[in-house]
């Protein structure tokens, strides 16, 4: 149980698209929602709290036009990353808090975005 | 300071030795207490959490909290090629759901 899948696990695209990273719990319903960023060799960021809802609360240094959030069910949330550019390439991560049985995070398996 | 500090490694241990993997942290209003195991480019896993002081034991893995020293430990004993992983400890209060994050350390298991 407690099992959160991302889609898509890799992704390239071009200077300037938009891309949209889904976050699904399999087997709960969460309303809480998290999206980490993590750089090579380094621990994780948070970027951003979802809320089924509700707007998402953003770390001090996220940019929320360019990190666009929306948590529309207890089992889906998405990242859209906007007008993407080099620097946004990462690891981006979501958990989901699973609250009956366990009452913590659990994690997704990343998703590697490439912007060329 | 670091809210939480943890060795980045790479700690490099022979199979099937006891591997002792540490945290400190500052605040003592942390109660909640995880410890996430993490391949290379896949997502954290679960590996324990603890609720305040004291031991718990899954298996050959063992979590230790000494709320009165701010140190949390992890234990693996008989230690396999295939925990080679990056484990990261992650500490919460009681009412916010947001984890604190050590930097994670790098382990190695030499078969």
Same mark, same amino acid.
């Given at each position: 149980g407690a099992v959160v899948s991302q889609h898509p696990s890799r992704v390239i695209c071009k200077s300037g698209t938009s891309v949209k990273i889904e976050c699904r719990s399999l087997d709960f319903q969460a309303t809480t929602m998290f999206w980490y960023r993590q750089f090579p060799k380094k621990s994780l960021m948070l970027m951003a709290t979802s809320n089924e809802g509700s707007k998402a609360t953003y770390e001090q240094g996220v940019e929320k036009d360019k990190f666009l959030i929306n948590h #529309? =069910?207890?089992?889906l949330s998405t990242l859209t990353v906007t =007008? #993407?550019?080099?620097?946004?390439s990462s690891f981006y991560i979501c958990s989901a808090r699973e609250t009956v049985r366990h009452n913590e995070q659990f994690f997704g398996p990343g998703t590697r975005l490439t912007v060329l | 300071q670091k809210e939480v500090e943890q060795d980045p490694g790479p700690l490099s241990v022979p199979e099937g030795a006891i591997v002792s993997l540490n945290c400190t942290y500052s605040n003592s209003a942390f109660q909640y207490f995880m410890w996430y195991r993490q391949y290379s480019r896949k997502g954290p896993e679960l590996l324990m959490y603890t609720y305040s002081s004291g031991n718990k034991e899954d298996g050959r893995f063992t979590a230790q909290v000494d709320k009165s020293s701010k140190y949390i430990s992890l234990f693996i004993r008989d @230690?396999?090629? @295939?925990?080679s992983a990056t484990y990261l400890c992650a500490i919460r209060g009681d009412s916010n759901y947001q984890l604190i994050w050590g930097a994670g350390t790098k382990l190695i298991i030499k078969p």
């Open positions: #529309a =069910s207890l089992t =007008s #993407a550019h080099p620097e946004d | @230690s396999q090629p @295939s925990d």
